[in-house]
């Protein structure tokens, strides 16, 4: 081929040119990022979601007072897997004491101690344990787990415990329920599969009624309260009706168990839940108190209270005893009558 008799084209030469300008400039852009001060810190899009006031692992808060053997959870254990490791909180002895049996069991054997505990480090150990540590590792899983943070983080536990405020229980201020609060520690399991999953929805009374108690008491209604409270599985535990990770005070239009919100949050368990079904809620929790406000219940109640006494006093006076009698054979007139046309099993628990 004769190169010489090529004609010359100015135009293409300049074209690549630009294409060459153009693939650089791009490529500039795409590592300014890396090049700029601070950058190769930049958070993650998690982190963006979840942030915590206090977590900054990256700094020590306390003056470190010894090196871990070990720059691993093993370096931990060295001490913490001693019985007879304690120390004096609030002029009482506290067990530091973390058993490996009950770690290696759980969900989390293989994460690290530093992942929850961010405000320690495995190069030093802090002379004394942070005063928030507890509350810290209580709300780390978010990190891992920013889906049901983010849920969190807007409910009314969440948003009080982010802000390190304190809530009210009956007029009473307490600490707001943490991840760990009903998720636990060290021995954290997953609530989505067996045997661990019917386990945790049987906990419904410590999970939630160690907080709320008087409304983990009032829930006993015969439909769901008494029915979870004796075992039965397919009755419904508190979060089922109320929410989890995203649960809001009733007044708060979010929250699943408004009057709007009734027909969803109903219709997990029954058909095309109509106004009429929807209205039987507030007995739910409040069954006591409407029953006391019912006439014909409180005079049911009291011939039926009545009637006991006195079965009870004929007994003793026959059998010359004062003991308590609580079941015979030998019931009195009244109370057979009674029984025909208002069973035991349908009548009104007396309450201790």
């Given at each position: 081929m004769n190169?010489?008799?090529?004609?010359?084209?100015p135009g293409l030469i300049q074209q690549n040119y630009a294409l060459v300008f153009i693939l650089f400039v791009l490529a500039f852009s795409l590592f300014l990022p890396l090049l700029l001060p601070g950058s190769a810190s930049a958070k993650s899009k998690n982190d963006d979601i979840i942030t915590l006031p206090w977590d900054n692992p990256a700094k020590k808060p306390i003056p470190p007072s010894f090196i871990l053997p070990q720059?691993?959870?093993?370096?931990?254990?060295?001490?913490?897997?001693?019985?007879?490791l304690s120390k004096i909180r609030d002029g009482q002895e506290a067990s530091l004491f973390v058993d490996p049996e009950i770690i290696g069991n759980s969900m989390h054997k293989s994460i690290a101690c530093i992942d929850c505990h961010?405000?320690?480090?495995?190069?030093?150990?802090?002379?004394?344990?942070?005063?928030d540590f507890r509350k810290v590792a209580g709300l780390s899983c978010m990190k891992c787990h920013p889906f049901q943070g983010y849920l969190y983080k807007n409910s009314v536990h969440g948003e009080l415990a982010l802000k390190d405020k304190q809530g009210k229980i009956?007029?009473?201020k307490t600490d707001p329920a943490l991840c760990s609060s009903c998720h636990g520690f060290h021995d954290i399991q997953s609530p989505r599969f067996e045997p661990y999953k019917s386990e945790f929805r049987s906990a419904g009374e410590k999970v939630c009624g160690e907080c709320h108690a008087d409304r983990y008491d009032s829930y006993s209604d015969y439909y769901h309260g008494q029915a979870y409270k004796n075992k039965a599985k397919d009755a419904p535990v508190c979060w089922d009706c109320?929410?989890?990770h995203s649960i809001e005070k009733k007044k708060n239009k979010a929250s699943l168990v408004t009057e709007e919100n009734l027909p969803r949050t109903c219709g997990k368990c029954h058909d095309r839940p109509t106004k009429n079904?929807?209205?039987?809620?507030?007995?739910?929790h409040n069954r006591r108190k409407a029953l006391e406000g019912n006439l014909i219940y409180r005079m049911v109640n009291l011939f039926s209270s009545k009637s006991e006494v006195s079965d009870k006093k004929e007994q003793q006076a026959a059998t010359g005893?004062?003991?308590?009698?609580?079941?015979?054979?030998?019931?009195?007139?009244?109370s057979r009558i009674f029984e025909f046309f208002f069973p035991s099993s349908?009548?009104?628990?007396?309450?201790k």
């Amino acid at each position: 081929m004769n190169y010489s008799k090529l004609d010359y084209q100015p135009g293409l030469i300049q074209q690549n040119y630009a294409l060459v300008f153009i693939l650089f400039v791009l490529a500039f852009s795409l590592f300014l990022p890396l090049l700029l001060p601070g950058s190769a810190s930049a958070k993650s899009k998690n982190d963006d979601i979840i942030t915590l006031p206090w977590d900054n692992p990256a700094k020590k808060p306390i003056p470190p007072s010894f090196i871990l053997p070990q720059q691993n959870r093993w370096g931990c254990l060295a001490c913490h897997s001693s019985k007879a490791l304690s120390k004096i909180r609030d002029g009482q002895e506290a067990s530091l004491f973390v058993d490996p049996e009950i770690i290696g069991n759980s969900m989390h054997k293989s994460i690290a101690c530093i992942d929850c505990h961010t405000n320690f480090t495995y190069e030093e150990h802090p002379a004394e344990s942070p005063e928030d540590f507890r509350k810290v590792a209580g709300l780390s899983c978010m990190k891992c787990h920013p889906f049901q943070g983010y849920l969190y983080k807007n409910s009314v536990h969440g948003e009080l415990a982010l802000k390190d405020k304190q809530g009210k229980i009956d007029g009473k201020k307490t600490d707001p329920a943490l991840c760990s609060s009903c998720h636990g520690f060290h021995d954290i399991q997953s609530p989505r599969f067996e045997p661990y999953k019917s386990e945790f929805r049987s906990a419904g009374e410590k999970v939630c009624g160690e907080c709320h108690a008087d409304r983990y008491d009032s829930y006993s209604d015969y439909y769901h309260g008494q029915a979870y409270k004796n075992k039965a599985k397919d009755a419904p535990v508190c979060w089922d009706c109320h929410g989890n990770h995203s649960i809001e005070k009733k007044k708060n239009k979010a929250s699943l168990v408004t009057e709007e919100n009734l027909p969803r949050t109903c219709g997990k368990c029954h058909d095309r839940p109509t106004k009429n079904l929807t209205s039987y809620a507030p007995l739910i929790h409040n069954r006591r108190k409407a029953l006391e406000g019912n006439l014909i219940y409180r005079m049911v109640n009291l011939f039926s209270s009545k009637s006991e006494v006195s079965d009870k006093k004929e007994q003793q006076a026959a059998t010359g005893r004062t003991e308590i009698i609580t079941g015979s054979k030998d019931e009195g007139f009244l109370s057979r009558i009674f029984e025909f046309f208002f069973p035991s099993s349908l009548r009104p628990v007396q309450e201790k």
